[in-house]
């Protein structure tokens, strides 16, 4: 009898040791299962692809949104769409605002992501810099001056705001007062316009 009991708890302790090496090995790949998927779901879209170009309409709608919202937002600048990662990135002078998150956030469905990125001039002065562009070069070309604003604006949502100019640099009263919002906010580039020799 206790040969037959030692057995019997030899084959019980075997077939414990089995059920927990089969209940590690599931949940392993479990594991490895989801961590593919998510690895999935953050994969870059091919550019070209039918998904990539799906993600690009959607996105593009979901940003003329985020926009809207964002004119009730002081430190909005702009948004950018990222179809190849599907996700908006939203650009503010001050990245560090809750409230302001959880505005865009909302507009966004969990499947696509938001990024924040910082930005050196809000919607309103972006569009203010704009309007003193436009101003100026009128004043410059009316009063023949030897200077030429040729034509301004962002090449990087984060900023600098450029004006090119052509000529003479633009003297310091107008340099100063186009850098009103900082130092830092505007550049000045020079556009050389190089005369073209007798064969054009």
């Known amino acids: 009898m206790e040969l037959l009991r030692r057995a019997s708890e030899g084959g019980e302790a075997v077939g414990r040791r089995r059920q927990v ?4 090995i599931v949940t392993t790949a479990t594991v490895l299962l989801g961590a593919l998927m998510a690895s999935a779901a953050t994969a870059p879209l091919n550019p070209g692809s039918p998904e990539f170009w799906t993600t690009q309409d959607q996105l593009d709608a979901l940003a003329a949104q985020v926009e809207a919202a964002g004119n ?14 599907s996700s908006l ?14 505005l865009y956030r909302d507009l966004v469905p969990a499947r696509l992501g938001v990024r924040y990125s910082q930005a050196l001039l809000t919607a309103r002065q972006i569009q203010d810099l704009a309007r003193l562009g436009g101003q100026y070069a009128i004043q410059l070309s009316d009063s023949n001056s030897a200077s030429h604003l040729e034509y301004w604006g962002l090449t990087d949502p984060s900023g600098p705001f450029i004006f090119h100019y052509s000529g003479e640099a633009l003297n310091q009263e107008i340099q100063s007062d186009l850098r009103r ?20």
């Open 21 to 24: 090496a089969i209940l590690g």
């Open 72 to 85: 009730t937002d002081p430190c909005f600048s702009s948004v950018a769409v990222d179809a190849a990662t």
């Open 181 to 200: 919002f900082g130092e830092d906010t505007v550049e000045f580039k020079s556009d050389r316009i190089v005369p073209l020799g007798p064969d054009g």
């Open 89 to 102: 990135v939203v650009y503010r002078t001050n990245t560090q605002l809750a409230s302001a998150e959880s």
